[in-house]
């Protein structure tokens, strides 16, 4: 019988959850307890894969001063995926140049810590605490359950279609991260962590390393957020979320572990050296952009400046002398300072966008047509379509001009507006 209350369709509606829910169930690979997954494993792999580049480009890029950190990095991240409990997945373990301290994981195993947490961290124990959370993340398929839920509150995978799309460009100021838009990120609960911090703890001790890496590393992020010196750790803590609780069942854990383990500090610190020479340059680039943010654009070319001066293969510190520079309308000068970015770093979509963006303003619609061309292979952003658009109608090209409008204009924002706005003129609805 149905409730008084409940009209036929929502009893339908709620009877139809049940049986999705119920459907829906499966084995967590690492606990093996029941949990919801909509999601097939293939799904998951195929989703991880897809979004992983993205998630890199927006995000920074690879960090590519220091090859040999990459490769340490994947070196301790695949010993702990070895003694995990989905050993078969395809892990990969990046490095992205961007300050924020965060660390995430999308399905699949794919996985990457910031150059900004790295220099929290003081030894590879730390480093192998971090990793370890994460690949539970992915061994137990957290990824796939809050994906699960968001297609029972009727959103679907929309939100990694979001992953796509430009929200604000800042006025060509780079922020360092996210150039390209919202990055999809997933938010576990608190269960899901504490389960990646117990399991994460058991492959650290199988791999050899001392749980007590993941104590200390938790006391660390209490300490920071209570002493509120989070340092743009907001990131962090939104979807790690420390706690004294988190603590205590540390060392609970820790307690059924072997004891001793290697930290190999002294690896961990030759392998971040680089890092923290660098230090004063990526301090200067920080100063740069809050000057910027203020729109005080001499004395944020005069820090960028310095920071080059200190560490001249950084590219991220010629982009931003570009940005500041188009924000004078000095766009040859800019173009220019594009140049040297491409050429350090050419596989960060930002900086063919932004030199097509400046040969735009220089009406050179050839190499302008050239270079947005060639940052949609890195990244499909609304921004690099809207100028294709520009530089198709002065090429007479209308067609190609309303195509590019009209994918810009789904991104919606202000681009999407301005691409809109064209499409009416191209029609003759404007």
Known sequence: MIP????????????????AVVSGCAVNPVTGE???????VQQELH?????????QQQQGGQYTIDPHLQDYVSKVGQKLARVSDQPQLPYEFVVLNNAVPNAWALPGGKIAINRGLLVLLEDEAELAAVLSHEIVHAAARHSATALSRQQLLGTGLAVLGAATKDSAYADLISTGSQLGG??????????????????????????????????????????????????????????????????????EH??????????????????????????PAYKHYDQALQAAGKQHYDDALRLVRKAQQQQPREATFFALEGDLLAQKKQYAKARSAYDRAVEKNPTLFSHWLKRGIASVALND??????????????????????????????????????????????????????????????????
């Open 4 to 19: 008084r209350h409940l009209s036929f369709s929502a009893f339908t509606a709620i009877a139809v959850l049940v049986a």
């Open 254 to 279: 820790s307690q059924s572990l072997p004891k001793g383990g290697v930290t190999n500090r002294g690896a961990y610190q030759k392998a971040i050296a680089q890092l923290k020479r660098d230090a």
């Open 182 to 251: 919202s990055a999809y990120i997933a938010r576990y609960g608190r269960s899901n962590e504490l389960q990646s911090d117990k399991y994460g703890m058991r492959y650290m001790a199988a791999a050899g390393y001392d749980p007590q890496g993941a104590i200390r590393l938790q006391r660390k992020f209490v300490a920071l957020s209570e002493g509120r010196q989070t340092n743009g750790l907001a990131a962090l803590f939104a979807s790690h979320p420390p706690s004294q609780f988190r603590v205590n069942a540390n060392i």
């Open 34 to 40: 029941k949990q919801l997954s909509l999601i097939s």
């Open 47 to 55: 989703l991880g894969q897809e979004q992983y580049p993205i998630n």
């Open 365 to 430: 619609y050839t190499s302008a047509e050239r270079d947005l061309g060639r940052s949609l292979r890195y990244l499909d952003s609304a921004y690099a379509h809207y100028y294709l658009g520009e530089v198709y109608e002065q090429l007479d090209n209308p067609q190609s001009a309303y195509k590019h409008y009209q994918t810009a204009a789904g991104a919606g924002g202000e681009i999407g507006f301005k691409a809109q706005a064209r499409m009416q003129v191209l029609t003759g609805d404007g």
